[in-house]
């Protein structure tokens, strides 16, 4: 890409002026406002210690200060769900209005180390656990399977590269070789294929359209139920037996990352069903468990949604229970959810939050939050539907993995990976088709679009916008376009395979899983160390260990030359993973990488793809500070954060001066009184005065 030396970044190189925001004059006023609301707050002193985020700026005396403006800067606040755009502050409206700072919102709960205030960990919790304990049954229904609460932060284990959804980790799950932490850029991506597969298996054999498999149905289905990854190209992805392993009664015999649910004679989800008996149920329905590396026969893997893989992952790593009633918005029963704001249908008969909302001697708050308090830790509502929201916004956006060589280099590696049958199971590409009647088309609202610039020897990103701006006057929503999208490069068929002894792993509980899911290979090359279990410390002994459904295409991988294995592992390698805001990037779509961007007047460095920078009201940067060893810095800590991050508008507002308590003041009861349970009371044992924790 060109170069050019400096480049000015404005919301109107990105979109037509005459629809973007109020006028220059109206900003500048804000920002005074900023400064002066930032001068009140720096009295406060004492609100430091409250929050784990980093926000001030160096020289001001705080210890909450990050002058690569990096860390979470917002205070944390439960975001407030709604679905209409007239709310200001409520998810909805920022998700249309301001996506870059949905989407900023979302990677800030992804990356926050949650605080004891916030929920998290339930040391004290009244029930069964506490910090590091066990939960979650093994098949045996007793063996637990993992070590819950060990974690403030998803970061905490995906951090590789730091910051990023990366991979990272092995932690203690499963057995006790423990579970390899993957990385989880381009999850949208996938998401979406799941989704599009799932309506399109089920458009196979539902041929009645009524979104479910009756015994009928499944009887006149096809022994083997394929699809194309690529429409348009001959390869096919084989889905397994949809017909009932009984004839007209029992369980699909369909490949094992689908799970299946029955239903009654309307299709509605029969709780506790496990297969179709002809008595309470007559079909099934069925989801792709998409992430996940799997758990071996008929245990597919964990979550078929990412606002579900949160939930999930914030309830078992972090003990913050979700509120969600987006997930459990199924009004016919069926075991789907209407879609979330986002456009992702969710599934509730077989994934449900943990905090529905309902206990003895609590129920629903106004306004949509719980006061159920599931683990008894004294913190309701710890991750509410609108924290829901934002973060499968920024899931649901992550930009892919890229490849780091030229395309030579790129086809040669492919041709290597098609001559060993590779690509039998690691499928090239797949596509996202256009919506249409039954399809959603690409819901996301950029692409981030990273290629190797061989001149310079680095990766370069492009950011493409992929919404139009609807309506004149006012703020202007940003509608996703819902094309076509190809999803080159992601390397796996997105279902399981026997693989035989080479990743066999005996369980905790003595159970043995053999049966894994096609990993992705994008990002392959930072993915250190390899295997489900990590227990490959080589690309080499990863591919060696392949066996059972892959022992032909390893067969061809030993027998190979040295220097064509060589040569694919080197093509593995170049499969990375980059650092997503400092990669140098055309964010303003001119062709051009600018040494020096500036953003709100200010010299912010070379261009790169910095969310904050792209808010309705871009984030301004502290700028030139001379440090104590007397050298002059460029300091990225934000000045004027009230507005960047609209912490004043009507719903999201939680303020200062008053409370700080993390509950809105829209939710908050008393907006006066610090109260971390439920806006208002603290947790019973702050007021108990025999507790000993005061
Ligand atoms: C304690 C470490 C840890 C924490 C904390 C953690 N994860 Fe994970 N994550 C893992 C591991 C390990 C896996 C693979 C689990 C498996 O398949 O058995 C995983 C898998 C995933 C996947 C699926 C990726 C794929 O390719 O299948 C997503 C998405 C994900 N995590 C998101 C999150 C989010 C979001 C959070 C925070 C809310 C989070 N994780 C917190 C360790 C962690
Ligand atoms: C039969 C399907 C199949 C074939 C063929 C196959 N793989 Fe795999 N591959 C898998 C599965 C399943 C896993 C996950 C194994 C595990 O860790 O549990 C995997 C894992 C991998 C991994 C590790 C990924 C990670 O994130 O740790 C690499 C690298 C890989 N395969 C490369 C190859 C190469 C190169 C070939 C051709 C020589 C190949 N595979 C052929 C199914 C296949």
Redesign the pocket.
Known sequence: MKKTRVRSLTPCSLTPCSLVGPARGARSARAFAALATLAFVALLGSADAQYAERRELPGSDHKNVDASGRSPKERRVRAIHSEIVQQPGATLQIQLTDPYLAYMLGRNLNFREFEEHDGALSARKTGTGGIANLGGPMPDGVTAKLTLQNQVSCIACHNIPNGNPGGGMNISKDSGFGRDT?HYFGAGLIEMLALQTRTDLLAAIDTNGDGWVSIPEAQAAPTSLTIQPHPGSPLTVDYGNPQLDGGTTGRPQLDNIIRPWFVDANGAWVEGADSVDGVTTFGYNLELIVFG??QGPGRDALNPTVRFFMIDAFGAHAGLQAHDPTTMDDPDGDGISKPSNAGAIQFPATHQPPDQGVEVGAGLGTGGYSLADPDGDGYCTEISEGDLDYGEWFMLNLPRPAFAGTEAEHDVGVAL?DQ???T???VQSWKIVEADGTHKGDRRFFDFRVTWDEADQRLEGELVPLFDLLGIGGDPLHAPRLGEYDVDGIFSDLRH?E?GDG?AEVGYGGTIARI????P?WG?GS?FP???DGRSLT?DH??RR?AG??AA??A??VGASRADREE?VRF?RKLVLYDIESLPADIDGDGIIADQLIVEGRLTGGERFNPEWLFDDPAQIFGTYVNEDGEIVNVLSVINLEQAYKLEQQYREDRDEEDGDGWPDEWDPDPLTIGWYDGVNNPPWWLDPTSGRN
């Open positions: 993957p590396w799997g990976m060993m049958a590779c039998s199971c690691h395979h693989m990743f894994w899911r096609t990993p290979l392959v993915s390899w295997g489900h690309l990863v591919i392949h459904d892959a295409s390893a061809l991988y694919l593995l």
